[in-house]
């Protein structure tokens, strides 16, 4: 079965450091993937996402990550964040067969602590 | 923006009793789903509907489980008899086409007690 694996349980960091969240997923073949980002107290919201073309994906909020296929990773960065960042960040992977769209699976999370 | 909502925020229930999860997805969109988060854990696929039939479901969607789109916009999750072990964050999403992302709605905590 496809698995999506987040290293880091939770991050602290301060402001202005740099960010990069780890994630890895299972299959070999054709995926789509996405990171979500769920503040406190609300739902998940699309931070990006890959299907295809330029591995490296810009997405809202100064986020970027980029798809490695050869280590099967598409991990999460940003060179400078805020408090505001402070969040579960989540990666999600869903499998293409041959055409047809698996669902989304998605890693445990990643607990983003900043500190101001 | 389009949201997809959900409703209530938060239920308390007995064990045993069956709940209804309510969510309104987007109104252009054609696939919808359930996922849950138990405390601590993953954020876990449930079941997906399209064209008024379950499409896919996982294992936790047992016989327990039920989803309905009764009137054309709501899109229901059922638990017929919940355990303990249901407690969890219930998000319902939808998607324009399955190629896209889905739009998650805020979410509805379930507590069995």
């Known amino acids: 079965a496809q698995s999506v694996s987040q290293h880091n349980h939770h991050v602290i960091l301060s402001e202005a450091a740099s960010l990069e969240l780890g994630c890895n997923y299972s299959y070999g073949g054709t995926v789509n993937l996405f990171w979500y980002v769920q503040y406190p107290g609300q739902h998940l919201q699309l931070l990006l996402k890959y299907f295809s073309g330029d591995p490296l994906v810009k997405g809202i909020k100064g986020f970027e990550a980029e798809f490695i296929k050869s280590k099967f990773s598409f991990n999460l960065r940003k060179p400078s964040v805020q408090w505001s960042d402070t969040a579960e960040y989540f990666c999600a992977v869903r499998v293409n067969y041959g055409g047809s769209q698996g669902n989304l699976i998605f890693g445990k999370g990643t607990k983003l602590s900043v500190k101001p | 923006e389009p949201e997809v909502t959900q409703t209530p925020s938060h239920q308390v229930t007995q064990m045993g009793q069956e709940v209804i999860l309510r969510c309104v997805p987007i109104s252009n969109h054609l696939y919808f789903y359930w996922y849950r988060q138990i405390l601590g854990q993953k954020v876990e696929f449930l079941v997906s509907f399209y064209n008024n039939e379950i499409s896919e479901k996982s294992e936790i969607f047992d016989d327990q489980f039920s989803v309905e789109r009764p009137d054309g916009s709501n899109f229901t999750l059922k638990i017929r008899s919940t355990k303990l072990e249901d407690s969890a964050m219930y998000f319902c999403?939808?998607?324009?086409?399955?190629?896209?992302?889905?739009?998650f709605g805020s979410g509805t905590r379930l507590t069995v007690v």
């Open positions: 999403a939808s998607s324009e086409d399955r190629a896209y992302g889905y739009t």
